[in-house]
């Protein structure tokens, strides 16, 4: 049986970097990316910012009280694009099957490199490496491993600049040291249960009986358990995936009735948490649909103020934009109504992520 190859490509610090190889006046220095005023937000914080805990998605009043010395500097996206686009053409020299997850990531699938030119994937993957550095100047951390998720552990192992290989004979060594927050999905919360239960380390999940971890997290517990084995059979997707999930009904008369409304649309928002879970999505917007009797479709939509599959938080969502659309209405009559949800993310931020 053949394995397969995946990289995960993920730039150190992008934006910050960016700016720091654009003006050499930064270089060594804490830079923070975003706007410095009372309301701005750290896009990107440089290595030498995160020592003072700087982090990314940070209110910048924050930033600067944590490193009073550190420069902030306005986000330039249509340089980063470009330096973005350069890095992609160079995935496109070892793949065609790359899944780009934002401007300074993505996964590649190397299968055939490692099948037809008889490479090893370390190889390819210190190659990859070194013509990201020669094009831009910029340093990447790169992660190799037969799925995702172990590709995606690896990049981040050794950040910045960092090459790792987890052999498929290693997985398990590998792994069971590592703090459980390291693996993908398991958010603070998930963490804090676990923690609970004695279980800090992914050997400790690993071993953890299903039936017990059943009792805390129902069905996702198998997930759990299968990531803290380091099982992922995700494909890499070139293709765009489908990028919103709905579900509506028509009905045979028109409905008039604000509660009887809701009723239908919690059905609708379990069975769009159910799908986001089943394709290991999250949503960070929701939509409703209407269609009054003689009046054209209308949609509405907000945002949920992060990223999320619970069926109760797009519920809430959902029902705050119908009350919004009928509030001011004496009357009114509908005779379709849908929950959507778009804004699509398999892996949110942890600290984006509502549960
Ligand atoms: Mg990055």
Redesign the pocket.
């Given at each position: 049986m053949t394995h397969r190859a995946i990289i995960h490509v993920?730039?150190?610090?992008?934006y910050a970097s960016v700016e720091q190889r654009d003006n050499p006046g930064l270089r060594g220095r804490p830079v923070m990316v975003g706007g410095s005023g009372n309301r701005g937000v750290v896009a990107a914080a440089s290595y030498e910012a995160r020592q003072f805990g700087v982090r990314s998605a940070m209110p910048s009043a924050r930033a600067r009280r944590l490193c009073p010395s550190g420069v902030f500097v306005p986000a330039r996206f249509e340089r980063y694009r470009a330096v973005s686009r350069q890095v992609f053409e160079i995935f496109g020299d070892f793949s065609s099957r790359i899944e780009g997850l934002?401007l300074?990531?993505a996964f590649l699938d190397v299968s055939e490199w490692v099948g037809e030119k008889q490479k090893s994937l370390p190889d390819i993957g210190a190659e990859l490496k070194r013509r990201i550095t020669e094009a831009t100047g910029l340093t990447a951390?790169v992660g190799m491993a037969h799925n995702k998720l172990l590709a995606k552990i690896a990049s981040d192992y050794d950040k910045p600049d960092g090459l790792v290989h987890i052999p498929i004979d290693q997985v398990q060594r590998f792994l069971d040291p590592l703090p459980i927050r390291r693996l993908s999905g398991i958010g603070p919360r998930t963490a804090g249960r676990l923690h609970g239960i004695g279980v800090f380390t992914v050997g400790q999940l690993r071993r953890t009986s299903l039936d017990v971890l059943s009792g805390l997290f129902g069905k996702h517990a198998l997930e759990l358990v299968e990531r803290a084995a380091g099982i992922d059979e995700r494909e890499v997707t070139t293709e765009r995936v489908r990028r919103s999930i709905s579900q509506e009904t028509t009905f045979s008369d028109d409905r008039h009735d604000i509660e009887a409304l809701v009723a239908v649309m919690a059905e609708q928002a379990e069975k769009v948490a159910q799908r986001l879970a089943d394709r290991g999505f999250y949503a960070r917007t929701v939509t409703i649909k209407l269609r009054s009797s003689g009046f054209s479709t209308i949609t509405r939509s907000q945002s949920l103020g992060g990223h999320t599959r619970s069926a109760r938080r797009i519920l809430a969502g959902a029902r705050e934009l119908l009350e919004g659309w009928a509030g001011w209405r004496q009357q009114f009559a509908v005779r379709l109504i849908g929950v959507g949800v778009t804004g699509l993310s398999e892996r949110p931020d942890e600290s984006d992520l509502l549960e």
């Open positions: 993920d730039m150190d610090a992008f934002s300074d990531e951390s």
